[in-house]
């Protein structure tokens, strides 16, 4: 091979990590941060603007949840170590699961999430909303961790890209937020 070819591919190599790191972050963030503008969006439009902290309630605790989830998943692959394959395999299998529960979800979710939030509005239970949020923010941190344990399990030498991506892929986030 020539010398170009091999550095692309070690280019490409090297880039792999930071990429899947920041692409998962981005897309599953991105998700979530769909449902809380769209709930953020029907509450203004119904006129319900004093329910909004009740919605961050519900996105902070549903981060803190998925933190909590990603802890958990590295004691669980900490203890299962002698049965590395397994757990990965079971990690990829729940993924792909996830993947397609997704799928059919995305093809009913603005009716599904105006219902819950109109359910909310009409009680007056900023409760129920924030448990809607939470719900739907803790799905994505669930996919996070979901991914990343799989990501790490692969055959990264170095954690810094990973890192690296996900900081960036948090940033991309606050970025759409802003805008």
């Avoid at 599953?28 to 203004?44: C, P, Q, R, S």
């Avoid at 397994?86 to 979710?109: T, W």
């Avoid at 105006?114 to 448990?131: C, H, R, T």
């Avoid at 954690?159 to 900081?167: K, L, N």
């Amino acid at each position: 091979m020539s010398q170009s070819v091999t550095s692309y591919f070690g280019l490409a190599e090297a880039a792999s990590p930071f990429l899947g790191s920041f692409f998962i972050l981005f897309r599953e963030g991105f998700e979530a941060l769909l449902i809380a503008m769209l709930v953020f969006t029907y509450l203004d439009k119904m006129n319900a603007k004093h329910q909004k902290p009740a919605v961050v309630w519900g996105i902070v605790a549903g981060i803190v949840a998925s933190l909590m989830i990603a802890l958990a998943v590295k004691q669980i692959a900490a203890i299962t170590h002698a049965h590395e394959e397994l757990f990965e395999g079971g990690v990829m299998l729940i993924a792909s699961g996830m993947l397609a529960y997704v799928a059919f979800f995305c093809h009913s979710a603005k009716q599904h999430v105006e219902g819950k939030v109109d359910k909310a509005i009409s009680m007056n239970n900023p409760y129920i909303l924030s448990f809607t949020v939470f719900f739907a923010i803790l799905r994505e941190g669930f996919e996070i961790v979901l991914f990343y344990a799989a990501l790490f399990t692969s055959a990264i030498y170095s954690t810094v890209p990973v890192f690296a991506g996900a900081f960036f892929g948090v940033l991309a986030l606050a970025v759409f937020w802003i805008t």
